[in-house]
């Protein structure tokens, strides 16, 4: 029998985690809650969660030092963030820092909870079966270990990052939409679409072009979406 996914919920708002905690519950989802950020990133570090709700207002250890202290350790597992309703810089700050997704409070039930499930379905995508490696503007992928290097530095992406870079090699060149993109890497709907794609594609030209002002390789298609261009690609 499949054990079932294990959630890490770090929550200082005891009525909101037990809402959380009791949907999910019913869902088929292990539980685990942290009131506040330290507590929070020892579970986080000794429990080995499948997947980490993180209000970003926490006592003890705010959300950011957590989510930093995480993806400074090297763990790779999902991490949606909570955030306030219209605090721009946090959600920006979070992404930036290796979150995955974020919702912001107030929020739906059920898309807080779709998105957990398209985080914990999605995986990232690789062009073709077997070991690969790309290379362009001195960058290189390797699909088997997924690892990406710049200069022969090694270049740590987040997860949906190295997914969201890989739809877009798989692609050839062609133009991926917003919508598309959403789909593939975050499993979600046109309906739930919001800036996260554009702040993950920010992202990786910070960390794989030369001049992330005037990106050479990930190109943005005016009211299209974005491609890569394959020009630059050696196999």
Known sequence: ?????????????????????????????????????????????????????????????????????????????????????????DKVLGLRLGADDYVTKPFGLMELMARI????????????????????GGVEIHTESQAVSRGGATVLLTPKEYGLLMALVSRNGAVASRIELMREVWGHSSAVISRTVDTHIAELRRKLERDPARPRYIMTVRKSGYRLDMRAITY
């Open 1 to 89: 029998m499949t054990s079932p996914e294990r959630i890490l919920i770090i929550e200082d708002n005891e009525d909101l985690a037990f809402g959380l905690r009791t949907n999910l519950e019913v869902q088929g989802y292990e539980v685990l809650l942290a009131k506040d950020g330290a507590a929070g990133l020892n579970l986080a570090q000794t429990d080995l969660p499948s997947l980490v709700v993180l209000d970003l207002m926490l006592p003890k250890v705010n959300g950011i030092d957590v989510l930093r202290k995480l993806r400074a350790s090297g763990a790779t597992i999902p991490i949606l963030i909570l955030t306030a309703k219209g605090n721009e810089v």
């Open 117 to 136: 499930e398209a985080l914990l379905r999605r995986t990232p995508t690789t062009p073709g079966a077997g070991a690969t490696v790309y290379r362009f």
